[in-house]
């Protein structure tokens, strides 16, 4: 399994565009002339990633659907976040985040810009840590438990009781004879039980 990894703090600030602005227009704006102003802030106070996150109306009205339809009759109140973009920070120390939001270049250069395009009334945030599971096409920062589904689960304690032998993993099980009947024992290389999922730790975190 790969290296666990060492958490960064995760802050997502997710805008709501003016509704004076269409979305073709704001969306332009935000990338050409937004980003520009506010990266060398950012990058000035040691901000150790950035990433803009776009969620155009296509989008969220196309996968709404999806919600309606495929949660089996279970998608009230499964809803797409009505946000327009998110600006993501990464830091291992927040104070970071405290000293580029109170550099005078902010006010005077980014939020000075932002009336007339981004929402002065409403913004949400969003703010902790985020563990990948899968990557490159590997599973990696957790063990995998694998469950029977309710059938099987019945089938197996079916078989127990006739003392069949059973075969896991397309090997034999080995038995034990109690009585007449065959007793699963499992082997090492069974994937039936399995340590708990490791999650990086946060307490080193500077908040």
Sequence with gaps: MAEPQMPML?????HYR???????????????????????VAHRHGIDRCELY???????????EDLDNLKGGCAAGWNMAPYDAATIYWVTDAQKLRNMLSDP??????????????????????????????????IVNTVTKEYPSEGHAIQLACYWLAGITLGIGGQEAQTSNYNSLRIYEPQNNDRV???AAHVAPINYLKV
């Design 54 to 64: 776009m969620t155009p109306t296509v989008f969220k009205e196309k996968f709404q």
């Design 193 to 195: 039980f399995s340590k």
């Design 10 to 14: 995760k802050v997502s600030i997710l």
């Design 105 to 138: 270049d902010w006010n005077d250069k980014v939020a000075a810009f932002e009336k007339g395009w981004i929402s002065q009334n409403k913004v949400d945030v969003q703010v902790g840590t985020q563990t990948t599971f899968i990557e490159e096409g590997k």
């Design 18 to 40: 003016d509704p004076s602005r269409n979305e073709e227009e704001w969306t332009k704006w935000y990338i050409e002339e937004q980003i520009p102003r506010f990266i060398p």
